[in-house]
Structure formats: C-alpha cells, structure tokens
C-alpha cells in the first residue's frame, strides 16, 4: 500500500513543479486548507534542506510581520540580511527586499529559482495586497514568490497574469483513513485519528462516535486522548446549543494538565457568547497565572472585556494595564504574534492616558492601529 503521507508530498512536488516551469509565471499562491497546511509545511521544510530537498530551488522563508506599507519591504530586506550574516556572509546595506535579494543572487549565484516563501494567511490589509502586486511586476526572472493562503489572495491572481493559483486538494480525511488501516495500527494515536476520521465522513452522528471513543480509551487508560475526546465532545455540544453539557465536557478534559488552558478558554467563550459575563470573566481571571505570556495577555484582555461590559470601567482598565505589563515581559516574537493590538485599542476605548499611548507606540510601533487587520 503506497505511503498516504509520502504520496501527498509528491503531489506537492508535481504541483511545484509545474509552476516552476512555466516560464511567464512570477508567484505560486497555494491555495490550502487549514488541514493541509502541515503537508505543506512539510514539503517546503524538505525542499528547504539541502540534503533531503528533490528541487533544486532555493527557497528562503520571511516571516517579518506587515505592519504598514512604508515599512515592510525594509522588514523583509533586514530578515533576509539577517539570515545571511548567520552564514557569515555580508551583503552590505539595503533598504529593500529585491535590493537584498539582487544582492544575495549576486553572492550565492544559484543554478536554480531563488523562492522567497511569505505566509500572508493572517493579512487581510488590502495595502499588503497591492504591496504583493508590486514585488511580483518587480520580480527577476530568477525569482518566485511563494504564498499559502486560503481565498485571501484570489484578487491579486485576477489582476495579474503572472499570479498562479493551485489548489492543494489532498483529501486528508481520505490520508488519516488510509492511516488508520495500517497493519498493528491500534496505539491511542491510531484510535484518535480513526475516530476523527469517522466524524468527518458522519458528522451527524459525531456526539455518539465521540462517547464511544471516550470509553474506549478510558478502559485503556489513555487519558490524553480522552481529553481530546471530551474537546471534540464540547466543540459538538456548543455547536447545538447545549451549553451545560459543552461546559461539563470542557470540565473533563481540564483534568489533562496538558488541556487545561484550552478547555478554560473554550469554556470562558460559551459564557462571553452567552453575554454571561460575569461567569466569563470569573473563568478568564482563573487563567491570569498561567505560565504561557500568551494566555496570561488573552486572559487578561477578555476579563477586561468582559469587565467592561459589565459596566465596570476601572476593574477593566486595571485588568487591562495588567495585561500591558505582560506583555513587556514577552520577546518580539511572542509580542508580534499575541493580540497585544487588540489590547491597546480596548485600552483606548476604556481611557486616554499619554502614558499609556507611550508605551503602547514602545512595544507596537507608531501605527500599531494598522495591525488591528492583522492579527488573527
């Protein structure tokens, strides 16, 4: 039986390939479910290892966040410059991408297409789009860009000729099915995957499959995966408006250390989408000592929604300034990726303070109100 996992990668690689070999074309936007991403994430991991990689293709991975339209392309060039000097190599100063770029071509010469792979997934700015517009009239025909996104960018492959859309189409519930039916496959990963299959192909028999998988992996003492039985099992009964038991399953699963956090957040958004906000927050401020930076802002932030919400304006704007603290003590990494924006623009709302708004253009930049679109 072929490999499913192996299989899809070499769909990928034909997808790839096809692309790379139309000459005309400048940018790949591979369109994917949230499902396939990982496959995704896989091939280009592959193809960016030197040893493992069946292209010849350089592909070089930016992450620098868009902020606003004046600042990115020095983003992007500063990361790539950055990546260089790891190698020990310096490519002088540049103030954009292509000029970084140009640069590094001109350093490495490459016998194959140098892939510069952005993440635009959480952009829903339309100056990133028109910014994206730009770089492919601009790109060298040594150069591709790559994208993963769902339908975020299908505008820009109709305004432009050298844009190439493909769909993924992995048929992952078709991948997990044919994984489930290996021989020996009976560990508590196999079981898992197996009853997540069955609720994709009869999603109205989900609460049902989900008990079933429950007390068999309770006999077994698998209690990981009972626990993410009893998500699955609280996601179903939320979705049917049956908010007791959902909160009695999210209860469940807190009794895996390793869910807590989750199964608290998912039980304070059925109170907040109740407009039960006095039980949301009283969950909310139950997670604020959590040792992830990340709940503890989310935590934080909600409660001071929730506060608000209530009325309460000073309890929101003290809960809120805590959750500003937390975030000073995050790095850049964890602060660029957090809902920090979001924070900052409740803060606002709830008061003015110029201190506040100093601090605030300290850790976010002075256009920090440009990210609110951003953020997923």
């Known amino acids: 039986m072929p490999d499913p996992i192996a299989s899809r990668l070499d769909q990928l690689h034909d997808q790839w390939v096809s692309f790379a070999d139309d000459a005309h074309a400048r940018m790949l936007v591979w369109r994917a479910e949230p499902d396939e991403r990982s496959f995704v994430d896989a091939f280009l991991t592959r193809e960016s290892d030197a040893e493992r990689a069946e292209t010849p293709d350089l592909f070089l991975r930016l992450e620098a966040p868009y902020q606003d ?26 103030s954009s991408l292509l000029g970084a770029l140009h640069a590094f071509h001109a ?72 994984l489930t039916d290996r021989p020996g496959a009976r560990g508590p990963d196999d079981l898992l995957r197996r009853l997540l299959v069955r609720m994709q192909r009869e999603p109205e028999h989900a609460h049902a499959i ?26 179903t009964l939320a979705a049917r408006g049956e908010l007791v038991p959902a909160l009695g399953a999210y209860d469940a699963a807190a009794e895996v250390a390793s869910l807590r956090a989750i199964a608290r957040l998912g039980q304070g958004a059925l109170w907040l989408n109740a407009s039960e906000y006095a039980r949301a927050r009283d969950v909310y401020l139950g997670m604020t000592e959590h040792e992830d930076l990340t709940h503890q802002l989310d935590s934080y932030r909600l409660a001071s929604f929730c506060c608000m919400q209530l009325g309460d304006r000073e309890r929101a704007w003290q809960l809120g300034l805590r959750g500003l603290e937390v ?50």
Request: hydrophobic share 50%; charged share 25%.
């Open 327 to 376: 975030a000073t003590r995050m790095d850049d990494t964890q602060r660029e990726r957090s809902t920090l924006p979001y924070l900052a623009d409740q803060l606002t709302r709830v008061r003015g303070s110029s201190v506040v708004e100093a601090k605030l253009r300290e850790l976010l930049g002075t256009r920090w109100r440009a990210q609110l679109a951003t953020v997923a």
């Open 69 to 94: 339209e004046s600042t990115h392309d020095a983003a992007l060039a500063a990361e790539l410059l950055a990546l260089a000097r790891e190698s020990d190599v310096e490519l002088g100063a540049h």
């Open 210 to 235: 989900v008990r079933e998988g429950i007390t068999l992996a309770g006999t077994q003492g698998w209690s990981e995966v009972v626990g993410a039985l009893q998500l699955a099992l609280a996601s």
């Open 107 to 178: 350093r490495f010469r490459p016998q194959a297409l140098v892939v510069v792979w952005l993440d635009p997934s959480a952009v829903a700015a339309d100056t990133y789009k028109l910014w994206l517009q730009r770089l492919v009239y601009a790109t060298p025909d040594w150069m591709r860009v790559l994208a993963i996104a769902g339908t975020e960018l299908d505008a820009l492959a109709a305004v432009s000729s050298r844009v190439r859309t493909i769909d993924c189409e992995l048929d992952v519930v078709d991948a997990m099915d044919a």
